[in-house]
């Protein structure tokens, strides 16, 4: 089984940067495609950038620009560099993995693993 466990959440200002980790562990983590979702009270889980096995690597419109996904293969963690952040940019944020054939969906029903989420809370 893996499991991912999320940190670097906080609280900061509008155009403050957080960057956020994720580690994994069980399984192979290479060979898994990463993503980041967040997800506000009441509403559905949202994609904001997703990284596959190979290069591939997708932001959410929202995001572009400003957030950047990478992955660190030797120490089975992922990150997202969060920069410019907005107050629409406060929720929780999850980390999910997908260890069919690694390819990067922006829907989270394709990801069979997640971690408990941290959260980010922008002020103006």
């Known amino acids: 089984q893996v499991q991912l466990v999320e940190s670097g959440g906080g609280l900061v200002q509008t155009g403050d940067s957080l960057r956020l980790s994720c580690a994994a562990s069980g399984g192979t983590f290479s060979r898994y495609a990463m993503a980041w979702f967040r997800q506000a009270p009441g509403k559905e889980r949202e994609f904001v950038a997703g990284l596959g096995r190979t290069v591939n690597i997708y932001y959410a419109d929202s995001v572009k620009g400003r957030f950047t996904i990478s992955r660190d293969n030797a120490k089975n963690t992922v990150y997202v560099q969060m920069n410019s952040l907005k107050t629409e940019d406060t929720d929780v944020y999850f980390c999910?993995?997908?260890?069919?054939?690694?390819?990067?969906?922006?829907?989270?029903?394709?990801?069979?693993?997640w971690g408990q989420g941290t959260q980010v809370t922008v002020s103006s």
């Open positions: 999910a993995a997908r260890s069919v054939n690694g390819i990067v969906y922006s829907v989270s029903r394709r990801y069979g693993y």
